[in-house]
């Protein structure tokens, strides 16, 4: 089977910084289009960024000029480099295989909290 490895979420004031990773690995040969979501306690989970195995990216307007997108397909991993953080980008955050824009792909990693907070 596909695993999606989340790392890098933990615990950072407002304005802070982090950068999630998402290693690919099991069945697939490499990764391809992936995206980004996150979910918030008593919320529907939600669109943050994806990207294409090209290297074309989209974001959420909540996040736009925040968070940046990237992959390294020598390492099958993708990242989310997240800037000038918000209470509200309080979330688990999921790695997505399959689609770079929703509705999502069927693979899902476990996810990573991040809390942002002071």
């Known amino acids: 089977q596909v695993q999606l490895v989340e790392s890098g979420g933990g615990l950072v004031q407002p304005g802070g910084s982090l950068r999630l990773s998402c290693a690919a690995s099991?069945?697939?040969?490499?990764?391809?289009?992936m995206g980004w979501y996150r979910q918030a306690p008593g919320k529907q989970r939600e669109y943050v960024a994806g990207?294409?195995?090209?290297?074309?990216?989209n974001y959420a307007d909540s996040v736009k000029n925040r968070f940046t997108i990237s992959r390294d397909n020598a390492k099958n991993t993708v990242y989310l480099q997240m800037n000038t953080l918000k209470a509200e980008d309080t979330a688990v955050y999921y790695c997505?295989?399959?689609?770079?824009?929703?509705?999502?792909?069927?693979?899902w990693g476990q996810g990573t909290q991040v809390t942002v907070s002071s």
């Open positions: 997505n295989l399959g689609s770079w824009l929703p509705p999502p792909g069927d693979y």
């Open positions: 099991g069945s697939i040969v490499g990764i391809a289009r």
């Open positions: 990207i294409t195995s090209a290297g074309s990216t």
